[in-house]
């Protein structure tokens, strides 16, 4: 059977010409970089190069570029490392309804130890309101963590003018950027935040490697304490290999935006409408606000996701649900319940999500292919009349 | 996620779908925390299950197990159904994930709350 995958908020494959890079750093360039021979000044010599890449893609300078394992630890890093360095300050947070998990559950784990956190609504978009952390500011905040690009429904949150806001009271400002790198163009002196998460594996990177940019005289707390590397904010012997590939990643992410970001787009509404024209009761949810352009968050009366994720499954199409149920949870997604859905609306959602390797071809098979799927599922639906 | 070839069949083929016009119990059942929901429709005569019918809207797991129960209540006696539990909806299915235990429990409080006035 052919295999499509349709999945690419979850990960995305790698580059082949990531690997080609990544190679040599395993099999010939395999120094520590802390090294001062030969072999450890070539790992040093490609960690560099990696990170003046990753800086420019996100429009900052290198040295504030900070090497870690992944989005989850770059989460954990700003948050923690702020919490930690401020707590003369206050212990009060500011963050949303629809954080990632990693975000989301270090708040909760920071309320267990005695922090204060705001959980700011947002509307049926799932858009924050700025104003909303403004009126939230209080005098022993130390910390505004919110997303730049949910990973469910892809809505781009304004960070700009929530970094104005956190800038003009005097408050550290971080946001996780792990799904929106590389797939919009961002600066983050414009959006005016010390701390954004990324993560290699979500733009066609090497799985176990991410950053942390960390504004210039941004004070942070390490989480490892050892060697003193990445500068004594990460300790810990580099991934050299991983973050190699991680800045190739970049590289062509960077080179190819502009040009990616239009195709992509186009295709995922054009997938959009075509699906709306052949289904009844369906919706695409955050279709109203600025969204990522691979994002496509689907809900479908009638059908259950599991079910449509495991039917198209067995055709070889791979998407997930928008609620958390195959991943164990019984739950409904936080995300489509904080933009306002009902459980029943919630475990019919449908996660679409493609990439720049994504080929219109693809994207054609699950058109061709869902709605017999809904069909077949609204069916055996006790309440589904046509 | 680590469905059984006889589940996966049974959730793309499922066996007894339908209504029962004139059924003589008619049940809903719902998991209000998953949002799964089975009605199941029976027809007894005697001390016999005559014919059973399902509607489903749920995950895999939950289609699968209510196909599978409600085809083997056919033609059983009322009282040797009202034994059938979820473990044996589970084994006979090749087993559910942790996670998806709850659904064949759905598929047996179906059956149970059917023929509770048999």
Known sequence: MKHIYLDNNATTSMRPEVLEAMTPYFLENYGNASSIHWYGQEAKAAIDDARSQVGRLIGARATDIVFLSGGTEADNFAIRGIVESQKSKGRHIITSGIEHHAVMNTCKDLEKQGCEVTWLPVGRYGMLEPEQVREAIRPDTVLVTIMHANNEIGTIQPIEQIGQIAEEAGVYFHSDGVQATGKIPLDVKALKVHLYSMSAHKLHGPKGVGALYVRRGTPIKPLMTGGGHERNRRSGTENVAGIVGFGAAARLAREGLAEHMVRIGEMRDDMEARLKASLSHIHVNGEEAPRLPNTSNIMVDYAEGEGMVISLDLKGIAVSTGSACSSGSMEPSHVLTAIGKTPDEGFGSLRISLSDLTIQKDVDCLVEVLPGIVERLRALSPYYKK | ?118
């Open chain 2, 1 to 118: 996620m680590g469905y059984s070839e006889k589940l996966l069949d049974y959730f793309e083929n499922p066996r007894c779908v339908g209504e029962i016009p004139g059924a003589d119990a008619t049940v809903e059942v719902s998991n209000p925390v998953c949002g799964d929901v089975i009605k199941l429709w029976v027809k007894v005569s005697g001390d016999r299950v005559l014919d059973a019918k399902f509607k489903a809207q749920g995950c895999t797991a939950a289609i699968a197990t209510s196909s599978f129960a409600t085809e083997m209540l056919i033609g059983m006696e009322v009282e040797q159904a009202r034994q059938i539990t979820r473990e044996e909806i589970a084994d006979a299915l090749g087993g559910l994930p942790a996670s998806k235990i709850h659904c064949s429990v759905l598929a047996s409080d179906a059956i149970q709350a059917a023929l509770k006035d048999f």
